[in-house]
C-alpha cells in the first residue's frame, strides 16, 4: 500500500491498527493524552514513567510512539537499538521549547560561580534529549518527590523546565529549589475564576488537578497529582463527580478504566477544555501511514545517547 493512498476512510479499526503493527513487529506506545482512537489503537497506554518503563523493558526492534516528540526521545534513548518513529514530527512540546540544553549549561555554570559549587539538576521528564544529557537525573510528575529528596540536603538543586510543579515541590517539602522558568502552555491556561464556577455548579465534586497548573488552580483544588496518581484515585472512587485539570484526553482513559464515576473536563480562561494542540497533530491516518512507511524517524545525536540515558536510568533506579 503506497502512503499517499492511505486516506482517512482506509484506516482500519484500533484493533485491526494494533493486530497489523503485532504482526510486523511494531510496538505502538500511546500517551494517555492522546485521543481516544490512539490510546485504543496503541499496545501499551501510560503516563510518561510507564511509557519509559515499557520502552526500557520491551526489548522491540520498531517502536511507534503516538505522543509528543521528546517522548519519542526517551524511547530512543532507552532502546538504542530499536527504530523509533512518530505520526507527526511537528507534534513538540511547549515546555521541552522553554529550556534550550545551550541556555541550561550556561546558567549551570553561572550558579556554579555564584554558589561556589555545581547544583544538582534535576529535570522534568518534558525536555529535550539534549537537556537530559546536560542534567544529572530526571523525574516525572508521578516521581517528582521522591526523585528531590533523593538528593542530600546540603546540595543545592536547580529543577528544570516547569516552575509550576518546580514551586509545588517547593512548597510541598518546604525546601527552595531554584526554578526555571519554563510552563506548559495548555496547563497554563487553566483559570481559578472558571473553575470556581464549575465547582459551584457541581457540589461535592472532587477537584484533581496536575503539579503543571499554576498555583492558583493547584490551592482551589482538592488533590495535586500526576495522571497516574490521578488514575489510581478514580480507580478507588464509587459514584464520586470529578472535575479534571489536566489535558482533557486523559478522561477517556478514566471512563474506560473506571466507569463508576463521573468526569468532567475543568475549563481553561476561554471556558474550552484544554486540548494539547501538539499531541493533537496526531491523528489515525497519520498513524497508519507512519506503521507502513516507518517514519518519520526519531533519533537523538550521538553525544547524548550516554549521559541522558545516566540520567534517565537514575530516576529509574529510584522508583
Known amino acids: 500500500m ?3 493512498e492511505l486516506t482517512l476512510l482506509e484506516v482500519p479499526e484500533p484493533e485491526a491498527i494494533r493486530d497489523w503493527a503485532t504482526e510486523n513487529g511494531i510496538l505502538i506506545l500511546a500517551h494517555s493524552y492522546q485521543d481516544g482512537f490512539l490510546q485504543e489503537a496503541a499496545h501499551f497506554v501510560g503516563d510518561s514513567l510507564e511509557l519509559a518503563r515499557k520502552a526500557a523493558s520491551a526489548g522491540a526492534d520498531a517502536i511507534c510512539f503516538a505522543g509528543v516528540h521528546f517522548m519519542a526521545e526517551t524511547a530512543k534513548i532507552l532502546c538504542p537499538d530499536a527504530r523509533v518513529f512518530v505520526p507527526d514530527m511537528d507534534a513538540g512540546c511547549s515546555l521541552a521549547e522553554s529550556c534550550k540544553a ?3 549549561i550556561r546558567y549551570q555554570e553561572h ?3 555564584k554558589l561556589g559549587k555545581r547544583p544538582v539538576t534535576i529535570a522534568y521528564v518534558n525536555c529535550t534529549a539534549a537537556v537530559k544529557a546536560a542534567c544529572d537525573i530526571i523525574c516525572t510528575s508521578g516521581n517528582a518527590r521522591q526523585v528531590v529528596e533523593s538528593v542530600p540536603e546540603d546540595q543545592p538543586i536547580l529543577f528544570v523546565p516547569d ?3 518546580g514551586g509545588w515541590l517547593n512548597e510541598t517539602l518546604g525546601i527552595d529549589m531554584i526554578l526555571w522558568d519554563g510552563a506548559c502552555e495548555v496547563h497554563e491556561l487553566f483559570s481559578v475564576e472558571t473553575l470556581n464556577v464549575m465547582k459551584a455548579e ?3 465534586s472532587i477537584v484533581l488537578s496536575h503539579p503543571e497548573c499554576p498555583k492558583p488552580v493547584r490551592d482551589a483544588s482538592d488533590h495535586i ?4 496518581g490521578m488514575l489510581k484515585m478514580v480507580k478507588a472512587a464509587q459514584g464520586e463527580t470529578f472535575l479534571i485539570g489536566t489535558e482533557a484526553n486523559l478522561i477517556y482513559r478514566f471512563e474506560k478504566e473506571a466507569p463508576q464515576n ?3 473536563p475543568a475549563p481553561g480562561a476561554s471556558c474550552a477544555c484544554n486540548i494539547c494542540p ?3 497533530l496526531n491523528t489515525p491516518e497519520k498513524l497508519w501511514k507512519c506503521l507502513h512507511e516507518r517514519g518519520p524517524e526519531v533519533t537523538v545525536a550521538a553525544e547524548h545517547m550516554e549521559p541522558a540515558r545516566r540520567s534517565l536510568q537514575r530516576m529509574l533506579d529510584i522508583v
Request: aromatic residues 8%; without cysteine; negative net charge.
Open 2 to 4: 503506497q502512503s499517499e
Open 202 to 204: 457541581n457540589p461535592g
Open 102 to 104: 545551550e541556555d541550561l
Open 163 to 165: 516552575k509550576h510543579l
Open 225 to 228: 497529582l500526576g495522571t497516574a
Open 278 to 280: 501538539y499531541m493533537a
Open 111 to 113: 550558579l556554579t560561580k
Open 262 to 264: 463521573t468526569y468532567l
